[in-house]
């Protein structure tokens, strides 16, 4: 090796040595920064590194410096326990947690988070002990009361949950969470419901004589989602026929539940000799929910429609909007409908209006119009009221003008009036 080679090669070895040096000497700058940064610094760029960047060890890290400075702030051993539990270090977020929380049991936010690292460990019972007790000292956390009623969920114990939601609606009437739980938990703290309700239609030419509808309901709340029996009158074209049918509402999990329906009737020229039907509602983030489903009925021919529906809670309002598509040799039919409704209580406390265009095969009052409808169109608009009196009555009404295609060159104008009564036991 000559002189100028050996000259390179000695310093790249001093440069290497440098270069080591000064990444030791820069870490040993970072870290001595980073002790002796505040801890309310600490907990915030502990917060980026998480919600930011999902860098949950280098959060934690930020953290245990955080809390030595500052070992009395409740909100700091918090932070590092659910750190601890996003990390899946479950051992270390329930020491930290049961602690935080046997310290400070008056405080809502340790009991949510022990409360919540219970649940997920798949010990429902222990985790509503946790929550109880929270909500003993904190009755206006709205984060308690919708874990309270998820564990219930968990528990099968429908009923409690339903009540507790009511309850924490009485606390956060304009909550969109507990709403849109609430909405689909059935009949509260009874188990039974009877209900009657009676459809009058008018049409202002092209039938003589009215038609009527009328149904006895009857519901019982099972430990998975309430099971709905109904026998229907109706009496059209100065035709009378009955129609059975059975509903279930099955809750699958926390997010997901289930529609389920099956028909049956004598005179298909009135109702449509069988039907059936099935969509899955899933609860979304930010008080959305959407399902998809299938719709059968059988008058002449089948006809098989598909719905698909998004549903949004916004304070005291629901958003719903809808599609049915249905297929068939002479085109697509569709059908369209918006639907709001104000709560200005609880879940059977509110007013509605929706307005729509064609056929809908869940309107009792029109699919005997089904089969013909693949090219013809349908405008219509309602507005109901429903309302909770006592604990256990329900008394309903809506008011319904269409004007209805029947042929390209012949149209008419549709009134229904819709009354109902429910009594809850």
């Given amino acids: 090796m000559n002189g100028t080679s050996l000259f390179f090669v000695k310093m790249g070895h001093l440069m290497k040595k440098q270069l080591w040096l000064y990444g030791l000497l820069f870490m040993h700058l970072c870290a001595w920064s980073q002790e002796n940064q505040p801890a309310e610094e600490l907990y915030s760029r502990a917060r980026a590194e998480a919600f930011d960047h999902k860098a949950y060890k280098k959060a934690i890290e930020l953290m245990v410096l955080a809390n030595q400075k500052a070992p009395e702030n409740v909100d700091y051993q918090i932070f590092l326990g659910r750190l601890y539990t996003w990390d899946q270090q479950t051992e270390k977020a329930r020491t930290i947690l049961k602690t935080t929380f046997g310290d400070n049991p008056t405080y809502d936010d340790a009991a949510l988070a022990y409360g919540s690292l219970v649940f997920w460990d798949k010990k429902p019972s222990k985790a509503l002990e946790i929550v109880d007790k929270g ?193 068939s040799d002479n085109g697509v039919a569709d059908s369209y409908a918006l639907e709001a409704r104000y709560y200005f209580g609880g879940p059977d406390d509110h007013v509605l209006l929706r307005a729509g265009t064609g056929f809908s095969p869940d309107n009792s009052a029109n699919n005997v119009l089904y089969e013909s409808t693949s090219r013809l169109r349908s405008n219509n608009i309602t507005a109901g009221f429903r309302k909770l009196l006592g604990k256990s009555n329900v008394v309903y009404s809506e008011l319904t003008y269409g004007r209805i295609e029947f042929t390209s060159d012949s149209k008419d104008d549709q009134y229904t009036i819709k009354v109902g009564y429910i009594k809850r036991f």
Avoid: C
């Fill in 135 to 327: 909500l003993e000292t904190n009755v206006d956390s709205e984060s308690l009361w919708v874990l309270k009623a998820k564990i219930l969920m968990e528990l099968k114990e429908n009923q409690r949950a339903s009540a507790t939601l009511t309850d924490a609606l009485k606390h956060h009437p304009k909550s969109t969470v507990v709403r849109s739980l609430l909405q689909n938990m059935g009949t509260g703290t009874y188990r039974n419901e009877v209900g009657v309700d009676y459809s009058f239609v008018h049409f202002k030419e092209q039938f003589n004589e009215p038609w009527h509808i009328a149904s006895l309901n009857y519901q019982h709340q099972t430990n998975i989602g309430p099971l709905i029996g109904r026998l229907s009158y109706g009496n059209r074209f100065g035709m009378g026929s009955s129609q059975f049918e059975l509903d279930f509402y099955p809750r699958l999990s926390n997010t997901f539940y289930a529609y389920m329906n099956a028909g049956i009737s004598n005179d298909k020229g009135v109702f449509p000799e069988y039907r059936a039907g099935f969509s899955l509602y899933a609860n979304l983030p930010a008080a959305f929910e959407l399902d998809a489903g299938l719709r059968y009925l059988q008058f002449t021919d089948d006809s098989w429609i598909y719905t698909f529906g998004l549903g949004k809670y916004y304070k005291n309002y629901w958003f719903n909007a809808r599609a049915y598509i249905t297929p």
